[in-house]
């Protein structure tokens, strides 16, 4: 199974290597992480995305937990929750294709904000699935990169991760 | 408020915490703190040969006390020689402040002559670790070091000092107290499940305690021996546990695991409430846990730290807290209920278990020529009367001393069960004894393992550290000889130690005592005179019987109950 663990942790040198060493260690699987510091530069706010069965789940959140900087660990996907990742993706956009490629950023919401003669860099934002399906859409063949800062997280309504 | 350098500050801060020993080895990094630890005499340094041997010795200090075990090392090879010591700490979750010397701030990243990532190479074997930039944090940062050493599952932090660091000036004060948002270890266990631990203990058929390292390092036998007593329960202790429960107790049914006893094993197996003290279900102590939870049992588990909880068995009443806090609670509330356990079935179990005891899983050949390794053990056991602190490195020996000494009291049994570190023994052995000057102090161990730290002869010789080394000496590695043995058709690859030295001699060469003992007529003799010594320390190399095994043994991977047991061969 799938989840999206988010933490809080002291913004210390060294906190990611210990997050990530700790998966690396103890061989559990990262599909993304992100971290930045929260309103509070104290802390950092860090979501992982991780597969695995529950037991497995159950273990990377004590042991996030158990590390010293760690304020607070919260599988967020165990409720109703809002995922969003922001991808930029920079296509070849010359003759036909690039009223296309213009079409296509619209119909997924996307902004265009770059521009030259021969390429456009799209931002599109929304969970992974719709991201995924952006790059299914369009000409594989048109993409020159991609870019994706992967999944950040947030639960809804009244459930709030703050010390 | 006055102003230190921070080498000052270091000896201020040890002095604070109430350091008595520090185990070190100076090198370029550290000299400023070493001046420092010059010009005063409150905390003794004890020079090693070797900086494993600081870490394995404030190591074995802090087992045989209640106290964090100090060390103090140089950057670069310093710390990666340390690295053994602190991840065999770790493992076993000793408290102990490592302090690092490391490379001038400035030339940190640039590959600086015995420059090493300290922080990063030992993130995984220790607690936590601070690399302290600016000497305004040090003080606090040692303060932090000390309060998350010993509290709550207790464990190795290191800090790493730049030189100019050291060097520093500010002003120092100690901070009386400390408190870590991100770091609250739970204490009082939860008094809903603690509710139901006594109920199903009071509704068990075939009960059994198993209990491990947690109840030696947060002081809890005393409370354990009390309410095991009154629950009249069989119990177990692992090998990180013995002396949690008087060994010489009746209800005392050995060690379980790998090399456990047979009753211990059965009864682990067969139970239908298991309550798991400060234990952690190991892959030596439970073997396959597939094959341990084919059998339905409901297992309660005391534990201060919750990721062993669950991790490796399904535990169906989990109480995470200090051991001796929910220890007691389950005491008052069982006092309180003016329930028993239920009796007739309680002496229906013990006459089942009695008939595993009778197996007498731990008989051995006591009419051989040669000597075997367990009258050794035994007879260490008799002379000592079962006083000694008894440090052990890893192998059969450990095994052997395991089995054979029964250990009544906590903290008296030092061994890396976790890492299993040869060479842990003599330099544990130095630990102990220098928190325990009069004391009996003895050094159980093997021809592989006492050459792994074999030069710290010399460190107890300028220190005059009476031990007693007991060299079960059988010319073999010989656990990796046994598995040979019964799993790699008898083909002895590399485990036969050829061109041992002459241990007699090596000891005397060190300034020691040295005997060598050659026939089970002699063994007690020899004891009783080394103990005699007390001044000395006395080498004793016993030529052990080559082909002995140890017994029972459980294959790794297999089920807890498929033991191979020594009359079956």
Not at chain 1, 82 to 103: Q, W
Not at chain 2, 74 to 80: D, F, H, K, Q, R
Request: with cysteine.
């Amino acid at each position: 199974m799938r989840h999206v663990i988010s933490l809080l942790i002291e913004n210390e040198a060294g906190a990611l290597s210990r997050v990530s060493g700790l998966f690396s260690a103890r061989a559990y699987n990262i599909e993304s992480l992100t971290v930045a510091p929260t309103e509070d530069a104290s802390m950092s706010r860090m979501t992982i995305v991780s597969v695995g069965s529950d037991d497995i789940i159950e273990q990377i959140t004590k042991q996030l937990n158990k590390l010293i900087e760690v304020v607070k660990v919260v599988d967020i996907s165990e409720a109703a929750h809002i995922e969003r990742e922001l991808m930029l993706v920079k296509v070849r956009a010359t003759g036909k294709d690039r009223e296309e490629m213009k079409r296509m950023s619209d119909i997924f919401r996307g902004r265009i904000i770059d521009v030259t003669e021969s390429t456009y860099v799209i931002e599109l934002t929304g969970n992974t699935a719709k991201l995924d399906s952006f790059i299914e859409a369009i000409d594989p063949t048109l993409i020159l990169e991609t870019v994706r800062t992967g999944v950040c997280g947030i639960g809804r309504g009244d459930r709030v991760l703050k010390v | 408020m006055m102003v230190l350098t921070g080498a000052e500050i270091v000896i201020r801060c040890l002095q604070e915490e109430k350091v008595d020993y520090v185990f070190g080895y100076p090198g370029g990094s550290v000299l400023f703190i070493y001046d420092e630890l010059f010009k005063q005499d409150k905390v003794r340094h004890i020079l090693v040969r070797h900086e494993q041997g600081a870490v394995h010795a404030a190591d074995g200090y802090a087992r045989s006390t209640e106290k964090v075990g100090v060390a103090l090392v140089t950057s670069g090879p310093g710390v990666t020689n340390a690295v053994t010591g602190i991840a065999t700490a770790y493992m076993d979750s000793i408290p102990m402040v490592i302090i690092s010397g490391q490379v001038t701030t400035a030339y940190i990243g640039q590959d600086a002559f015995q420059e090493v990532d300290t922080v990063g190479i030992t993130r995984p074997c220790v607690k936590h670790n601070y690399l302290v930039k600016d000497v305004r944090d040090l003080a606090v940062t040692i303060k932090k070091a000390f309060y998350l050493a010993r509290s709550g599952r207790p464990g190795p932090v290191l800090v790493d000092i730049p030189k100019d660091i050291s060097a520093a000036k500010c002003e120092y004060a100690y901070p009386k107290t400390i408190a870590m948002r991100s770091y609250n270890p739970v204490i009082k266990g939860h008094q809903g499940q603690i509710k139901k631990a006594v109920q199903l203990l009071l509704e068990a058929k075939r009960p059994m305690v198993y209990t491990g390292g947690g109840v030696i390092l947060s002081d809890a036998a005393e409370k354990l021996t009390k309410l095991v007593r009154r629950l009249g329960f069989p119990i177990t202790n692992t090998l990180m546990g013995l002396g949690g429960y008087p060994a010489t107790d009746k209800q005392f049914v050995g060690m379980p695991g790998m090399h456990g006893t047979y009753e211990a094993n059965m009864a682990m197996q067969h139970c239908d409430v298991l309550l798991a003290v400060g234990a952690r279900f190991d892959d030596r102590v439970i073997g396959d846990p597939a094959h341990f939870s084919e059998v339905p049992r409901k297992i309660i588990h005391i534990d201060i730290d919750p990721s062993s909880i669950s991790k490796r068995v399904k535990v169906d009443v989990p109480i995470v807290g200090d051991v001796p806090e929910v220890l007691e609670d389950i005491d008052k509330l069982l006092a309180a209920s003016g329930s028993q356990p239920d009796e007739k079935a309680l002496k229906a179990w013990w006459k089942q278990i009695d008939g595993w005891r009778g197996k007498d899983c731990l008989k051995y050949d006591r009419k051989s020529k040669l000597i075997k390794p367990q009258f050794v053990i035994e007879k260490l056991y008799e002379v000592t009367k079962g006083e000694a602190f008894v440090c052990s490195d890893v192998g059969q020996h450990q095994m052997w001393a395991a089995q054979y000494y029964k250990f009544d009291k906590p903290r008296r049994w030092l061994n890396s069960g976790g890492l299993g570190t040869m060479g842990f023994g003599l330099p544990a052995a130095m630990g102990a004894q220098l928190a325990h000057p009069g004391a009996q102090v003895a050094c159980v161990t093997g021809d592989g393992s006492i050459q792994m730290c074999i030069q710290e002869l010399a460190t107890c010789k300028q220190h005059r550290l009476p031990i007693k080394v007991i060299l079960l000496n059988n010319g073999y590695l010989g656990m990796v000889r046994q598995w040979q043995e019964l799993f790699h058709g008898n083909r002895y690859s590399e485990s036969y130690v050829d061109a041992l030295p002459d241990f007699v001699k090596l000891a005397e060469a060190y300034g020691h005592v040295g005997m060598r003992i050659e026939k089970p007529g002699d063994v007690e003799g020899a004891l009783k005179e080394a103990f005699k010594r007390k001044d000395d320390l006395v080498f004793m190399d016993f030529a052990s019987d080559q082909t002995e095994n140890v017994y029972p043994m459980v294959q790794g991977g297999k089920g807890l109950t498929e033991m191979i047991l020594a009359e079956e061969l």
